[in-house]
């Protein structure tokens, strides 16, 4: 649990609800930790209530985050318990399994969506069949909630060059997505330790720039 932040929430103080699991395996995540599906820091539901009942005239918002928190069987209940207590909810997600998602996502305020990349090249990011399919399907359930959002990509210069980039904007682009942000991967600490830090391509105004003629609403953070 993040107890205050002013990034994860647009506009918002807000607190995180980091949610244990995920089923994708992304090379660079720099969260490894909350892959499992039990953690070695778990905090009780309860805990969080009470420390959300002191913050009640503090804090904005509670972001539920991970791991990939759709995969929870709880998700939707702690989302209406955290909103009956006056909170907006934003939702960090990718989409990972598109029934579940659906099912939560007009529950959020608004949502943080993961596009780990293009369809046929999301296997060499996540590590699992079919995901690229799954993330894409979620994409379309977002845009169709009508639900405040903003899609982003994290990107490793292993992972992505400029082109793919720019194919994937696109496609964005054409799919109805306004809001993107391309996020230049933490290579301090990642899944696979064989995914070596590159610096490539950072310093290209015009692949920033043509970004920015295709969204309304374009963000580079580095």
Known sequence: ???????????????????????????YCHNPQLIPPRGSEEVDWCRVLAFLQRRQDLLDAVVFSGGE???????APAMEEVRQMGFRIGLHSAGIKPAAFAKVVGQADWV????????EDALD?????GSGA???RSLDHLLASGVDYECRTTVHWHLFDPER???LARRLSERGVTRFAVQLVRTARMLDPHLSSVSAHRLQPELWAALREMFPSFVLRS
């Open 1 to 27: 649990m993040v107890p205050l932040t002013t990034l994860d929430y647009p506009g918002q103080l807000a607190c995180v609800l980091f949610c244990q699991g995920c089923a994708w395996r992304c090379r």
């Open 69 to 75: 928190p759709t995969l929870q069987d709880g998700l």
């Open 112 to 119: 943080g969506f993961d596009i780990k990349a293009l369809p």
């Open 125 to 129: 990011v996540t590590r699992v069949e």
């Open 134 to 136: 799954a993330n894409w």
């Open 165 to 167: 980039l720019l194919t």
